[in-house]
């Protein structure tokens, strides 16, 4: 897409491959009466597999809010979400729980690890959780990718932010989700951390042929994309594929001006 973008048209974007996970409607309103504020408004969107996607807008756009509905993290007020060909919506609360631990991965702006395990053992929690064996063959490739082999013994608190951050992307990616959802995941690192960190998901689509959705405000870390969507007010206004950080930057700029 060209121009400056319409936030007041509503777009449905959608990709030319099977999707990893999909919206159609999605709307999410907190509040009701003068205090109703729509974070998402009638927002259809597909999230091809095997590519990486980032999601930008200005602050309240509803980026967070989108992720985490497609995630199943949070229930939209309308809509329909399927993670591959299964609707979110259909699911009981143990049904949807076990699909996110075994389906779904997980790298948070806070590394969310476990101080009294080591960084191999947070590796591994998704999988001890469920009672699966570990892929070493997958596990051994992440770990290489990850740059931690002589850290793996260390538990959290002997570990950097980046390093920590890294072995929260491990243990997002081990269990060989559809999907790994990334939520401002470089916010409280560096930029050389971040540089790393985002290296490792682009890795990851590209070597190990995984999903990634990632949330970010960051025009340099969204060039690491193959496609950046953008909201304005809860709603999706513009798509650019094969992104650089000016490109992204200048769209922002356009949405900033315009919101």
Request: net charge negative; with cysteine.
């Amino acid at each position: 897409m060209c121009g400056t973008p319409r936030p007041a048209t509503l777009i449905a974007v959608t990709t030319t491959t099977s999707p990893a996970a999909s919206a159609v409607g999605l709307t999410k309103v907190y509040g009701s009466g003068d205090s109703r504020v729509a974070a998402l408004d009638d927002v259809t969107v597909d999230f091809a597999a095997g590519r990486f996607t980032a999601i930008m807008g200005p602050s309240g756009s509803g980026k967070s809010t989108l992720m985490h509905c497609v995630a199943g993290l949070d229930e939209p007020t309308s809509g329909r979400v399927w993670l591959g060909d299964v609707e979110l919506s259909a699911l009981a609360d143990d049904d949807l729980t076990a699909l996110r631990r075994d389906r779904v991965g997980f790298v948070f702006q806070a590394f969310n690890l476990l101080p009294t395990l080591t960084a191999w053992e947070n590796i591994t929690l998704p999988l001890d959780l469920a009672g699966k064996r570990t892929d070493q063959r997958l596990a051994d490739t992440i770990v290489r990718a990850v740059g931690l082999g002589d850290r793996l013994h260390h538990r959290p608190s002997q570990l950097s932010g980046g390093q920590q951050q890294r072995v929260a992307c491990a243990r997002a990616m081990v269990t060989g989700p559809d999907v790994v959802f990334a939520d401002e995941p470089t916010g409280a690192l560096d930029s050389r951390a971040s540089a790393d960190l985002l290296g490792l998901l682009r890795r990851g689509v590209d070597e190990l042929g995984q999903t990634v959705v990632m949330v970010t405000h960051e025009p340099a870390a969204a060039a690491y994309a193959d496609r950046v969507l953008f909201l304005a007010d809860g709603r999706l206004v513009d798509a650019l594929d094969a992104p650089t950080a000016d490109r992204v930057l200048d769209r922002m700029k356009s949405l900033e001006r315009v919101s």
